[in-house]
């Protein structure tokens, strides 16, 4: 009875061990899957909520809706400036350590008339996505990379903003004058802090959108799509037109 005893001692240990096992790789199964499709989609629901910074005139900001290929409606934001530049901004926390790529798509029907991006007579361009971090209490401890379609600069180039270099870094996310056509875009917005401000973060505090033509004393007309944070790096559309 003894023998029988430990026997069944030792066969209800290896099964606890094994249901164990397979309630943790089960956790761990069902965790990874979640992390791994996570992402966060400014869609321009609360638009009407963001809010408005003028700096010189206002720029006009409307949406308009389409349909994707599956059926399922979605706004566009089209942008128009005329020697004016104002700013929507929406303040969301958004977790760029979990979800750290950025990515949209973009469309530029006019471009500013600009001799030289980085100076302050020609800090003009069609759109911009501008991602703030704001570690400390105040503003002045803010830092920020304004993502821009450049005309002058490729894909990857970083400079200080003109008006303020301490607290502003203009990055190219696309490149050229192409106009009318759809191009993606994507960074990994935490490298990006980290290889230009020398510092890690794990949080966004706020996401800004913004054409402008107040220097060059031109216009600008351009259209973004939702614009996306994800875990992972999205791949690259086949075709660049929207879905």
Request: charge should be negative; charged fraction near 20%.
């Amino acid at each position: 009875m003894a023998i029988l005893g430990s026997r069944r001692s030792v066969n209800l240990t290896y099964s606890m061990r094994w249901f164990c096992y397979v309630l943790v790789c089960a956790f761990m199964f069902i965790s990874t899957a979640l992390f791994a499709t996570q992402s966060f989609s400014i869609d321009y629901s609360t638009f009407s909520e963001w809010e408005r910074k003028s700096f010189k005139g206002h720029t006009a900001y409307a949406l308009f809706q389409q349909e994707a290929a599956s059926g399922i409606p979605y706004y566009l934001l089209n942008a128009k400036s005329e020697k004016s530049a104002s700013a929507v901004m929406m303040e969301q926390d958004i977790d760029i350590g979990v979800m750290p790529w950025m990515s949209w798509h973009w469309k530029v029907a006019q471009f500013p008339q600009v001799v030289n991006e980085k100076s302050k007579q020609g800090d003009d361009f069609a759109i911009r996505i501008s991602v703030v971090i704001q570690p400390g209490f105040t503003v002045m401890s803010s830092q920020t990379i304004v993502y821009v379609w450049s005309q002058q600069s490729p894909v990857g180039a970083s400079w200080p903003n003109p008006y303020s270099p301490d607290h502003f870094m203009m990055l190219a996310a696309s490149s050229g004058t192409e106009r009318d056509t759809w191009q993606f875009a994507q960074r990994n917005v935490q490298e990006d802090f980290a290889r230009i401000y020398g510092e890690t973060y794990n949080t966004v505090n706020a996401v800004a959108i913004m054409s402008d033509s107040d220097d060059s004393l031109s216009q600008t007309r351009a259209t973004l799509s939702p614009i996306v944070f994800s875990t992972k790096r999205q791949e690259k559309p086949e075709s660049e037109d929207m879905p």
